[in-house]
């Protein structure tokens, strides 16, 4: 059966980041103050996602005890838990901190607050401040919020891409970070990270 329908590899995903981010920037994902709780989550993990180029396993791992995520003039230091061990890494590897600049500083064009991480990362803190029961970045968005799983992560990541009709149907363990990497051809995305 293999020799008749040998796997087909993709060198790009198919979906579009620029669909995803146009979705982000409309209803129900703006404006954040009338976001529901749901969408503020998709949106933040997404767009820390994008920017940090991580794993959903680092994503899942960052965390609100003090120290760990510092807000700075130029943006944001996300820093996973200690106790966190990177996939392929040692157990004498220290993981490398997240530093998210701020786009509302960075540009001047107005809209691109719309897609700041950082922007989302303060809205979303102060929303699930008195709803947390735990340090994990990511909760649950409804009763009890409990810490958000790696599947779950996985899983909101590739509803969020699905939500664009234009997007194909990715499975959450095929959406990869939707961030440009050198070395892989001019536009290309990495795609099985996640």
């Known amino acids: 059966m293999f020799?008749?329908?040998?796997?087909?590899?993709?060198?790009?995903?198919?979906?579009?980041?620029?669909?995803?981010?146009?979705?982000?920037?409309?209803?129900?994902?703006?404006?954040?103050?009338n976001a529901p709780l749901d969408k503020l989550?998709?949106?933040?993990?997404?767009l820390i996602?994008?920017?940090?180029?991580r794993r959903r396993s680092c994503l899942h791992a960052l965390t609100l005890q003090?120290?760990?995520?510092?807000?700075?003039?130029?943006?944001v230091r996300?820093?996973?838990?200690?106790?966190?061990?990177?996939?392929?890494?040692?157990?004498?590897?220290?993981?490398?901190?997240?530093?998210?600049?701020?786009?509302?500083q960075a540009s001047s064009i107005a809209e691109d607050k719309r897609w700041c991480?950082?922007?989302?990362l303060k809205w979303y803190i102060e929303r699930t401040k008195q709803l947390r029961t735990s340090d994990r970045l990511f909760i649950l968005p409804r009763s009890p919020y409990t810490p958000a799983s790696k599947d779950t992560i996985s899983r909101w990541m590739a509803d969020l891409i699905?939500?664009?009709?234009?997007?194909?149907?990715?499975?959450?363990?095929?959406?990869?970070?939707?961030t440009p990497r050198p070395g892989?051809?001019?536009?290309?995305?990495?795609?099985k990270i996640l």
């Open 117 to 120: 991480p950082v922007r989302a």
């Open 78 to 104: 996300l820093l996973p838990d200690p106790h966190f061990l990177p996939k392929n890494q040692s157990v004498t590897f220290t993981p490398n901190e997240i530093f998210l600049p701020s786009l509302s």
């Open 49 to 53: 996602a994008a920017a940090s180029a």
């Open 162 to 178: 699905r939500a664009h009709p234009s997007l194909g149907n990715p499975s959450g363990r095929t959406t990869s970070e939707a």
């Open 3 to 33: 020799h008749r329908r040998p796997p087909r590899r993709r060198l790009a995903p198919s979906w579009a980041l620029h669909e995803v981010l146009t979705t982000l920037a409309g209803s129900p994902y703006e404006p954040l103050h």
């Open 66 to 75: 003090r120290g760990f995520t510092r807000f700075e003039p130029g943006g």
């Open 41 to 46: 989550t998709h949106k933040t993990l997404f």
């Open 184 to 191: 892989r051809g001019s536009g290309g995305f990495p795609w």
